[in-house]
């Protein structure tokens, strides 16, 4: 097993990183050839997901995000704390913290024009992001 | 490896049910110091993801499922299997059966507030779930 | 760890088809009786979850994810390269591109109305698949 913890700045709601330099580089490191690398965000206003990283889509990601959870209905956690993150939450626990990619001769079985990303889903200005990468032969 | 299965009986549609003391127990008991543990719910009107354990969450998070699988439109499902619960398989199909985590240190990446959690989906006044929990290194 | 990948045809938007006896073949090959499998779909308009594959429960979860990303509203993604697969990409990133499912006693840990899908979710007339299946123990 080998693990590599990563930190991000995020900067709004909606940021989408691409992870998938870092997950590259985190293989390569573990010397595994053959495997599996899990990509984890700690915390529970953000996820990972895999997706084409191309403006357009990343702007239909998120549209369709807030259909799930619209920005403008009441949220019964923003009543209870004034985060005014509820949508956040429900975002990130519907996509989920985490996804499991093959690793396959020392590279990441995601085809051409599927990218690691990290969602940023919180409303703060910015958040400091801690993502571990675990590669396991 | 280490595999501990569990059994949690539940008590209806929406009941969601904090899995993170038995994780931290399973882990423990492994002796497994840096891996990754799965939770997996076995059946396919359930769900398991991670989310901060506070009912204003919990109760917003079940609103948005019912958006995407809403409780007051015909189910295919339902008319062939009189069963009702047509929207409880599209829901956890949706959100997944299952969720990885790391384990670092013998302790559980998750934040803070980001608890492991089974979504209890299907109509029936109360279920007997069973949930693998499986530690690698 | 033990490693096949492979290579299904479909058929157009809203095929689901059935990995389970694949998956269940892979593990029996592996010929580890307890581990984790982990079934990966490469690219980015297909997803891999597992729910009844039961005809009304599959053209329900087809009608959800029309909630998430309707057919009728215009994509960025399609604007910017008029694929007309926006939609498809979308459903894809929420969902998932991957499941890990427990092997016990050398059999999946799923329950018996809970199969191992592949959703192609693209617009084209035929795409060919890769699927990788990793079993761990």
Known sequence: MFRKTI??????????????????????????????????????????????????????LKRSLSFIAPGDVPYAHDRAWGDGNGRSHVKAAVVGPSVTIPVIGGNLGCGTWQ???????????????????????
């Open 7 to 60: 930190h991000i700045d995020t900067h709004g709601e909606g940021e989408i990183v691409d992870l998938t330099p870092e997950v590259r580089r985190a293989v390569n490191e573990s010397g595994i050839a053959e495997g599996l690398v899990n990509v984890f965000v700690t915390g529970s206003t953000a996820a990972v997901t895999t997706i084409e990283y191309e403006p357009g889509v990343l702007s239909d």
């Open 115 to 137: 990218q690691i990303v990290l969602l940023e889903l919180d409303v703060r200005e910015s958040r400091h992001r801690t993502i571990h990468i675990t590669v396991q032969d």
